[in-house]
């Protein structure tokens, strides 16, 4: 099977700049699409951007031109540089991965990283 771990939250004051990680680890797969998906407190999961191999990225309207996605193909792993934050960005971070795994295509969910906006 694949794991998937999201690292680098923390606690930025609006206007900083965090970079966040999303590793994925096993055997016998390849992935097809990472994204990132945030969950403000009291809302649900909103899709924030996405990275499919061989295409461009994609972004929601409130991080475009902030938040660039990226991926090191080689180490299965990626990555949400988070640019000019603002107090809403505050939200748990997640990874959705979609990948396939001996030949079938499965999704993978990180356990999610906090970011938390200071005043």
């Known amino acids: 099977q694949v794991q998937v771990v999201e690292s680098g939250g923390g606690l930025v004051q609006p206007g900083g700049s965090l970079r966040l990680s999303c590793a994925a680890s096993?055997?016998?797969?390849?992935?097809?699409?990472m994204e990132w998906y945030r969950q403000p407190p009291g809302k649900q999961r909103e899709l924030v951007a996405s990275?499919?191999?061989?295409?461009?990225?994609n972004y929601d309207d409130s991080v475009k031109g902030r938040f660039t996605i990226s991926r090191d193909s080689a180490q299965n792993t990626g990555y949400l540089q988070m640019d000019s934050l603002k107090y809403e960005d505050t939200a748990v971070y997640y990874c959705?991965?979609?990948?396939?795994?001996?030949?079938?295509?499965?999704?993978?969910w990180g356990q999610g990283t906090q970011l938390t906006g200071s005043s």
């Open positions: 959705r991965v979609v990948a396939k795994y001996r030949g079938r295509g499965y999704q993978y």
């Open positions: 096993g055997s016998d797969f390849s992935i097809s699409t």
């Open positions: 990275l499919t191999s061989g295409g461009s990225p």
